[in-house]
T-cell receptor
Framework: GAGVSQSPSNKVTEKGKDVELRCDPI?????LYWYRQSLGQGLEFLIY????????KSGLPSDRFSAERTGGSVSTLTIQRTQQEDSAVYLC??????????????FGPGTRLTVL | QKEVEQNSGPLSVPEGAIASLNCTYS??????FFWYRQYSGKSPELIMS????GDKEDGRFTAQLNKASQYVSLLIRDSQPSDSATYLC?????????????FGTGTQLKVEL
């Protein structure tokens, strides 16, 4: 079946503009995660959604970042008033369950965000 | 101290050799452990998961877990140039704050002809 999809694949924006990044998880996966990866760096957790539970937003770096997940499926990550330090690859992953036994995460191709 | 530590490398091995990638994690309750492979410019790809002490083999890959030593490793037998990538170790720590993976920064593997 289809894997995790993300759009756009690349986004170039000007400092101060808002951007929306989209993630479409694997069908039937209840958990959805957002990460970002800066050049040559590890994965930085941002937020995760699990079913109808309140999302874990503990990794969001500032209040400029927000995310929602509609209908338990598609998720949108919004960055308001983008800054140059927001430039990174934003990765979405989905899992059939939370990150316990069997909670393997499968990643989408990512969105490369460049803030000029 | 980082929660999940890996040597950044690069680790260079000749084609056909065994590549040994290591990962240590902090002294916290942990449940599951994963190895991901990431090619340059691509997203991470899950290659192994392990949940209990001991070895788990899948083709040319063997994951080893030692919870007492807080150590998880990945062995790649008969290394091929196509194995050249960054390998990320990920640990699920059990916390009251939720369920997520903590990733190491990765070890770059180079398999040389």
């Amino acid at each position: 079946g289809a894997g995790v999809s993300q759009s756009p694949s690349n986004k170039v924006t000007e400092k101060g503009k808002d951007v929306e990044l989209r993630c479409d998880p694997i069908s039937g996966h209840t958990a959805l995660y957002w990460y970002r990866q800066s050049l040559g760096q590890g994965l930085e957790f941002l937020i995760y959604f699990q079913g109808n539970s309140a999302p874990d937003k503990s990794g969001l770096p500032s209040d400029r970042f927000s995310a929602e997940r509609t209908g338990g499926s598609v998720s949108t990550l919004t960055i308001q008033r983008t800054q140059q330090e927001d430039s990174a690859v934003y990765l979405c992953a989905s899992s059939p369950r939370l990150a316990g036994a069997g909670g393997e995460q499968f990643f989408g191709p990512g969105t490369r965000l460049t803030v000029l | 101290q980082k929660e999940v530590e890996q040597n950044s490398g690069p680790l260079s091995v000749p084609e056909g050799a065994i590549a040994s990638l290591n990962c240590t994690y902090s002294d916290r309750v942990s449940q599951s452990f994963f190895w991901y492979r990431q090619y340059s410019g691509k997203s991470p790809e899950l290659i192994m998961s392990i949940y209990s002490n001991g070895d788990k083999e899948d083709g040319r890959f063997t994951a080893q877990l030692n919870k007492a030593s807080q150590y998880v490793s990945l062995l790649i037998r008969d290394s091929q140039p196509s194995d050249s990538a960054t390998y990320l170790c990920a640990v699920n720590f059990i916390t009251g704050g939720g369920n997520k993976l903590t990733f190491g920064t990765g070890t770059q593997l180079k398999v040389e002809l």
